[in-house]
């Protein structure tokens, strides 16, 4: 666990919109009355370059739900498909009654700006606070700051995991460059 | 132009989803005075399965901005790496004074619920109105709900495109099942 977190780097907030706007699949993880939660969430968008705007939709059908109202913060985790078993995992149980950092065989690392941990075993975390809910009661949207981000700089090409329904992934493939004025 | 949209058929809204989940580059047409303007758009997150609605940011640093408000329309429509140059020269240049289609060698079919045009060459083309401008005074965030979506039933494993920032695309690569309850 230690030389996992002793891995991670700090990550300019400028460059998080890299690691997002492809579309993977992400773990969000959320601090709890009695222990931190996880949940698999798929639709997310950045909304703001820097600061680093994110919006996403967590299911009030979801025990994180309640977590991030009551908190105002998570923590967005980047896997690669080497934790597939996790992710779908993670999607399909609740965290209300299980400890899926123990199910799961995943870390929790303390954040330093949130009370929500980081997934050690995640490539890149970001740690976020709410600061928008104007849209959550009618689509369990919300804006969250990244405030903190941390990547492994060891992982060079991530073959992050991209949900196409029912338990079908996109594994992220060959990487393409185009003369592109797009930021 | 008549064969491209002909092999086209409509595609249940209950899919939709899946289409737009993984995360993959857009480009959205709208309707215009003169002629329909085109766009490139990473920054979309579905919002509901059924019907479907999607959040996407247009900025208003874009014409094709103006033209979504006017209009309350659009059409998402989901090009594959073979169209890598018209993304990025949608991408890289303004609207305001240049027909996209004719520029890009694109061709524009007409939509049959909304006025801006389908792109031919795009394998799945879906027609949008707009429910929600709550968000586009502070992040440019339309929510648009898809009212008739298009598929070409020839594309089997869509390659699709997914911008990592300044011109670097990760293309979509194998794909991968888990056992999953995950929708």
């Known amino acids: 666990m230690k030389g996992i ?13 890299g690691l ?14 009695e222990r931190p939660n996880i949940m698999t969430l798929s639709w997310h968008t950045m909304l703001e370059f820097v600061p680093p705007l994110v919006g996403c939709v967590i299911s009030n ?6 977590r991030v109202q009551a908190t105002g913060e998570c923590v967005i985790n980047i896997p690669t498909v080497e934790l597939a ?8 149980t609740s965290g209300a009654k299980r400890d899926k950092f123990a199910q799961f065989g ?5 954040a330093t700006r949130v009370a929500a941990p980081l997934i050690a075993e995640c490539f890149a975390n970001l740690e976020c606070r ?7 009661a009618s689509y369990c949207f919300f804006v969250v700051e990244v405030v903190q981000a941390w990547i492994n700089p060891a992982v060079k090409n991530p073959r992050t995991m991209h949900h196409l329904g029912h338990g079908h992934f996109m594994v992220a493939g060959k990487r393409i460059q185009l003369r592109s004025k797009m930021k």
Chains 1, 2 share one sequence.
């Open 5 to 17: 977190s002793v891995a991670k780097k700090s990550y300019p907030l400028s460059k998080v919109y």
């Open 20 to 33: 997002l706007e492809p579309g993977p699949v992400v773990l969000v993880t959320t601090a709890g009355v």
């Open 61 to 66: 059908r979801n025990y994180s739900f309640a």
């Open 85 to 92: 078993a996790q992710v779908v995992g993670c999607g399909n």
């Open 106 to 110: 995943l870390t929790p690392v303390p």
């Open 130 to 136: 709410v600061t928008d809910t104007r849209l959550v």
